[in-house]
């Protein structure tokens, strides 16, 4: 899942990987926040949780939004 927050610093995309457990829960494999670069300071990522070699989803998540199956989004 990708989505955009923003706030009173600033704003970012959040990815967000996770897996749904037999129990019916889900555990969160991967949470990230890019900020966007302002005139202040430089974009950055912060890898909230999960490990850096689950990096590859948040690319692949963002590929998939350039893709011609996501003209509806704007």
Do not use: I
């Not at 829960?25 to 300071?41: G, H, N, R």
């Amino acid at each position: 899942m990708l989505f955009s927050v923003e706030g009173n610093k600033g704003s970012g995309l959040v990815s967000l990987e996770a897996q749904k457990n037999a129990g019916g829960s889900y555990e969160f494999t991967l949470l990230t926040l890019d900020t966007l670069a302002s005139a202040k300071s430089p974009s950055k990522l912060v890898l909230v949780d999960g490990s850096e070699e689950r990096l590859k989803v948040r690319g692949q998540l963002r590929g998939f939004l350039q893709t011609e199956r996501v003209k509806f989004v704007e």
